[in-house]
């Protein structure tokens, strides 16, 4: 698998998130289906992530919302 990376601007910073093209694919339909931007749904899942890497709580994120 290859990741793709993606950029975003969080809390007036900038970051690249690479994950697999899967996990972006469950992310993209989940910010569809709740009428948001990608950029809104990771500042989202970024502001309460804790102390763990974006990555693993964006693929934490897709985990359980592909079994919603």
Do not use: N
Not at 1 to 6: E, G, P, T, Y
Not at 19 to 35: K, M, S, T, Y
Not at 37 to 54: N, Y
């Amino acid at each position: 698998m290859s990741l793709k990376k993606r950029s975003f601007s969080l809390a007036g910073h900038r970051t690249s998130v690479a994950l697999e093209a899967e996990f972006w694919a469950v992310i993209d339909q989940r910010a569809q289906r709740d009428g948001v931007s990608l950029a809104a749904l990771v500042g989202k899942i970024d502001a309460s992530r804790g102390d763990r890497p974006l990555a693993s709580a964006l693929r934490l994120f897709a985990l359980d919302a592909k079994g919603r």
